[in-house]
């Protein structure tokens, strides 16, 4: 486990959310270090997934603020987050189950050469040298998603969040639809995102994940922030406490 000390990536401050009558976020306070692995953990309806779209500028915050590396931004749009370096992986992939992994690495973001076409053999070296080193076993760049198994799925995903993230990796649930040993592989793919310098937030229902994985574990009780605790010095008995509230 490491805690990097260099300067946050994400600091949210204040960050509050209603939807009408609703308030699904509230006094929500955050920093993620380059390196760095956050899990946001909390029951159903807490606000997880809420706050994973403010930050990857698909909702506004109702008041707060996002600061990424020292600058204050407005994430009007999923592409501002993305132009400041923020990627997202969700459950349902958003991959292109009839094209190629290396088309799906680009997926509206395509290189052209000089005379306006694509230029596949940037995308197609790109992709090789990157699955390589994140260790995302799959036949090959040219392989069709949907030949492909949920783990290799997921590592194309993270693999393309990755290529594009420069800053944040936002993962939800990145194993909820996987067996045994392919999340042992997705878990050992974001992992190895720590050498890469660029932090995550990991929302997971698994505690052992959550454990394997993280350096920090943020709670979330009915939109409440309940508490954050560095992942070395709580256990699962204080986690599920504060998720549920009971002791
Ligand atoms: N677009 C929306 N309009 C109205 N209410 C919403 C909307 N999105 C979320 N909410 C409400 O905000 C609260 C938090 O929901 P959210 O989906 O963020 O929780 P979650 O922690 O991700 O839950 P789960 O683990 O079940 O996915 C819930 O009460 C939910 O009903």
């Not at 949210?12 to 390196?35: C, M, Q, W, Y």
């Amino acid at each position: 486990m490491q805690t990097s000390s260099s300067e946050p990536v994400l600091v949210l401050k204040d960050i509050r959310k209603s939807f009408g009558a609703v308030t699904a976020i509230e006094n929500f306070s955050l920093d993620i270090r380059p390196g760095e692995i956050v899990a946001l953990v909390g029951d159903n309806g807490a606000g997880k997934s809420t706050l994973i779209k403010i930050i990857s500028g698909v909702h506004a915050p109702t008041s707060g603020s996002i600061t990424i590396e020292g600058e204050t931004v407005s994430m009007a749009s999923a592409s501002m987050a993305r132009a400041h370096g923020i990627e997202v992986v969700y459950q349902d992939l958003a991959l292109a189950d009839q094209q190629t992994v290396y088309m799906n690495m680009f997926l509206g973001r395509e290189p052209v050469n000089r005379f306006g076409l694509l230029d596949r053999r940037t995308m197609i070296s790109e992709t090789e040298k990157l699955v390589k080193e994140l260790d995302v076993r799959i036949p090959s760049a040219h392989a069709t998603i949907r030949d492909l198994s949920g783990g290799q799925r997921q590592g194309v995903a993270i693999a393309r969040a990755t290529r594009w993230a420069s800053k944040l990796i936002l993962l939800d649930e990145p194993t909820a639809a996987l067996g045994v040993a392919e999340t042992a592989k997705v878990e050992a793919i974001v992992q190895s995102l720590k050498s890469r310098n660029i932090g995550v937030l990991i929302i997971s229902h698994s505690l052992d994940q959550v454990f394997k994985l993280s350096d920090r574990i943020c709670v979330l009780r009915r939109g409440k922030q309940i508490g954050i605790r560095n992942t070395a010095e709580t256990n699962k008995n204080e986690i599920v406490s504060m998720i549920t509230g009971l002791n």
